[in-house]
Structure formats: structure tokens, C-alpha cells
């Protein structure tokens, strides 16, 4: 009877355990899919831009440049993230507006040279959406508008006119010295809406996007009646944290 007694009192182990997630690992890996947070990224980037014109006095243009800046993201669950950030963009851009002059019959005899130097402050509100592949290996697409603020557009013009050509295009108010197009013609203000899509590894991002002009840039009635910026970029980012 006391071996029984014994045998009764011993405890047995228990296999029951508070944490049992290396038994059931779907619940570790729920746990990491819905979650929030905050990522910091630098970016770089190479801009083209197309200047799309209607009504105008010569075709479009387009501007070849690069943006640098900082991205902060916002993790929402189900794999959705939504980000801003802030973006310093310079691009250039060079075409010939062609006059015909009365002795000359050929309209490619006589042109102004501009040469377009134009610095922008860009803000974007993208959501993306992440599809894991493997190991540290994932696909992002994001949409979302962008605002970009003129802070000088100046255009260098250089004039291959005879004097006759050269005093009529001035007396029709054809702009024949530098001058920025911020203050005289265009509008700081450009709305755009884009689609993208990447890569990630770890910490890395490639991705490249393409984004739509919404707004008319063009702040008179005198010229050419309608004006969009277009774009499209390739770039690189890298998470801080």
C-alpha cells in the first residue's frame, strides 16, 4: 500500500505549454503578417519627363534628370503598407522653336535654342502591396498620386534669328532672353497619379514606375491652351531600420 500511495503522489509532466508556437508555427507566422510599424528608406532615382502640349507652338519635350530623398512607410496588415516621403528632383531638357522669316522659305533656317533647367520638391502617397516569394525575397506594386512643386523652371534661350525675324518675334511677345516659366507661363503645382512595381531583398528595393499628368500646367489663354508633365523612373531604395 505504500508503493501504491507513492505512486499516486508523483506529479506527471505536463505537456500542455503556455507558448506552444514551435509545436503550431501557422501561429508565429499569423503574428508576424498582422502587425504595424514604421520603415525610413533613402531613395534614388532617374526621372524622365514628357511635356505633353495641345494647341501649341511647338511640340513636346522632354526632360532627362534624377530625384534623391527619404521615404517614410507606414506597415498596415495583410501585407499592405502605405507611404510619403520627401524628394528633391532636378531635370533638363533642350529643343529648337523654328520661325519662318519672310525672305526664307525654309522654316528650319531660323530657330531659339531653349535650354530647361527645373528644380522640383516631389511628395508622394503610395500603397503597396507585398507578395512574399522566398526567403528574404518579395514583389511590391504600389499605386497612388504625387505632388511636385515648381521651384524654378529656367529657360536659357539662345536666338538664331535674322534682325527682321528677331523684332517680329518680339513684338509678339515671344520671350527672346532667360526667364523662368514658373513666374511667366506655368503652374508650380503638378498632380500626377502612378502605378509601379519591384523587388525587395532584405533591405534593398528596385522598382520602377510610370505616372500620369492630371492637372493643365498651363496658367494663360494666350498660347498653347493645354500642357501635362508625364513621367516615368527607375530607381533604388535601402531601408535604415
Known amino acids: 500500500m505504500c508503493l501504491c500511495a507513492y505512486a499516486d503522489d508523483v506529479r506527471r509532466p505536463s505537456y500542455l505549454l503556455e507558448d506552444n508556437s514551435f509545436f503550431d508555427p501557422t501561429?508565429?507566422?499569423?503574428?508576424?503578417?498582422?502587425?504595424?510599424g514604421m520603415e525610413y528608406r533613402l531613395e534614388a532615382a532617374y526621372v524622365q519627363k514628357d511635356h505633353r502640349q495641345k494647341g501649341g507652338t511647338y511640340p513636346g519635350m522632354y526632360l532627362h534628370g534624377g530625384r534623391l530623398g527619404a521615404t517614410f512607410t507606414f506597415l498596415l496588415p495583410i501585407r499592405f503598407s502605405l507611404q510619403t516621403g520627401l524628394f528633391y528632383t532636378l531635370t533638363?531638357?533642350?529643343?529648337?522653336?523654328?520661325?519662318?522669316?519672310?525672305?526664307n522659305e525654309d522654316?528650319?533656317?531660323?530657330?531659339?535654342?531653349?535650354?530647361?533647367?527645373?528644380?522640383?520638391?516631389?511628395?508622394?502617397?503610395?500603397?503597396?502591396?507585398?507578395?512574399?516569394?522566398?526567403?528574404?525575397?518579395?514583389?511590391?506594386?504600389?499605386t497612388g498620386p504625387q505632388l511636385h512643386i515648381g521651384l524654378a523652371s529656367i529657360d536659357r534661350l539662345t536666338t538664331y534669328l535674322t534682325d527682321e525675324t528677331r523684332e517680329w518675334v518680339a513684338e509678339q511677345?515671344?520671350?527672346?532672353?532667360?526667364?523662368?516659366?514658373y513666374t511667366a507661363?506655368?503652374?508650380?503645382?503638378?498632380?500626377q497619379w502612378g502605378i509601379g512595381a519591384g523587388i525587395e531583398w532584405d533591405r534593398y528595393r528596385f522598382q520602377g514606375g510610370y505616372d500620369f499628368g492630371l492637372n493643365n500646367l498651363v496658367n494663360y489663354s494666350e498660347a498653347y491652351r493645354y500642357m501635362a508633365e508625364w513621367e516615368w523612373n527607375i530607381g533604388f531604395c535601402v531601408r535604415l531600420n
Not at 109 to 129: D, G, K, N
Request: aromatic share 16%; net charge positive.
Open 27 to 36: 501561429k508565429k507566422k499569423a503574428a508576424e503578417a498582422y502587425h504595424f
Open 92 to 103: 533638363y531638357g533642350k529643343h529648337a522653336q523654328h520661325w519662318r522669316s519672310g525672305p
Open 107 to 142: 522654316p528650319q533656317v531660323e530657330y531659339i535654342q531653349h535650354r530647361i533647367m527645373q528644380h522640383q520638391l516631389t511628395i508622394p502617397l503610395r500603397a503597396y502591396y507585398n507578395v512574399h516569394l522566398w526567403r528574404q525575397l518579395n514583389l511590391f506594386f504600389y
Open 173 to 181: 511677345g515671344v520671350a527672346i532672353e532667360p526667364y523662368d516659366l
Open 185 to 191: 507661363e506655368q503652374c508650380r503645382a503638378n498632380i
